[in-house]
């Protein structure tokens, strides 16, 4: 089991991290109004896309669509801190953690108000769709996160 993710307050965020707000809405929650532990997945995973366009520069559909590209997740792992709600508006932080050879690491937590609700933890491997093989970050790539990374100190 790994260890608990820790999120940094939400008054300790730096001005430069990108912070993406998320209605929780029914289609999220299970009969009893809570958000479904999957579909918290689920809303990361279109805070990232959006991410690579608002933060770095990046269109994440050409990445994989055109460059053909893969950024699938090797590792994937959350901490459920609070119970998210129907009509919660969740505010998830895209934090950089490590800028490897062909992975990249980030912390993705998510706040209600200033409560933290949910810590994730993410590696995002880059393959080569076309010989499915892992593929150092593309160079683009590594210089947006190295920025952005600088701009989240």
């Not at 479904?36 to 689920?42: C, H, V």
Request: charged share 25%.
């Amino acid at each position: 089991m790994s260890a608990r993710i820790t999120p940094p307050a939400r008054a300790r965020l730096a001005a430069g991290v990108h912070v993406a707000p998320v209605k929780i809405r029914f289609a999220h929650c299970d009969p009893a109004g809570i958000v479904y532990f999957a579909r918290w997945f689920d809303m990361i995973n279109g805070v990232i896309e959006d991410f690579f366009g608002a933060a770095l520069g990046l269109d994440y559909h050409v990445l994989i669509r055109d460059r053909r590209v893969g950024l699938g997740y090797g590792q994937a792992h959350a901490d459920y801190l609070k119970p998210g709600m129907m009509g919660d508006v969740v505010d998830f932080a895209v934090l950089v953690e490590r800028i490897g050879g062909a992975s990249l690491g980030l912390m993705v937590p998510g706040y209600r108000g200033d409560e933290p609700v949910i810590a994730a933890r993410l590696v995002i491997v880059t393959t080569d769709l076309n010989a499915h093989r892992a593929i150092r970050l593309p160079d683009d790539l590594r210089a947006a996160l190295a920025a952005y990374e600088e701009r989240c100190r």
